[in-house]
DNA sequence: AATTGGTTCAACCGCTTCCTA
DNA sequence: GTAGGAAGCGGTTGAACCAAT
């Protein structure tokens, strides 16, 4: 039986009132992040760490960029589905200031159906068949053969999202290698201009090798313990296709 | 002014991954 | 090699907000 996170009954819910929210701060300042577990009572919070951690992460993070996207961030997010599927929070990296929630947010509201006006399919951002093929035959339309990116989960396709299976054996970027190794049998893409520069402040010149260092950063601001970043940064790292796009 | 329907986004939940003993 | 705990991730939910009627 898997312990519910909150097992405490007098643990808050629901939005967080500005005292709380000044108690994490406050908190965090003095001690750092990290320890999520401990860290509610340690900082007078009647919330579960998980709770503090995404309110940090998702909202208190003095480094938020909030507000509006840009438009090369827009840019970015879609390239970036593109290859890692909904990795939002690899993607995340990849937009300082950005948190994969918001990211996540702004792609379900916002990107998805721009895409779909757009006449292509956010899932795999392929032209829609109804569109593009008329004549939409059966599974050897290159409907069923698109590289679904591994987010999308169905019940359907859910095996391809998970990292152990699939056909793609990496786990990295089901979505990019899986891309990379269709590539030939595929119909050709849209053209998305997969240039996954972008103007943005602060962001690190994007390459592999910086790429790593963003996450490497990570890693070190996270309290000397290691994320579970490891898989991703050598996929990143690994992935043939990223590592020729941010070279 | 009230109601309704759509949209947004903060927060939660359940699962996976990683680390350590 | 394995089990347990902690952290992280992505999907989902629901309240708040907004525009249309």
Redesign the pocket.
Known sequence: M?????ERQEM?????SKQEDQKLIDYIRRHG???????PKAAGLL?????C???W???LRPDLK?GNFAEDEEDLIIKLHAL??????????RLPGR????I???W???LR?KLIKMGIDPNNHRLNQTLSRPNNDNSQTFGSSIVSP?????PANDET????SGDCNQ?VSDGGSCLEDEESSMPPLPDLNLDLTMTVPNLPEINGSSTIKLEEQKLHN?HQ????????L?VLGSAPILHDLFR
């Open positions: 898997r312990k519910p996170c909150c808050n819910k629901g939005a967080w992040e990290g320890y999520w577990r401990t860290l919330r579960c760490g998980k709770s951690r995404l309110r992460i998702n909202y909030r890692l599927g909904n990795r939002w929070s690899l993607i995340a990296g948190t994969d929630n918001e996540k947010n702004y379900n509201s916002h159906r591994p987010a999308t989960k169905t999202a998970k990292p152990h786990e996270h313990k290691k994320p579970k970043l490891g898989k991703d050598e």
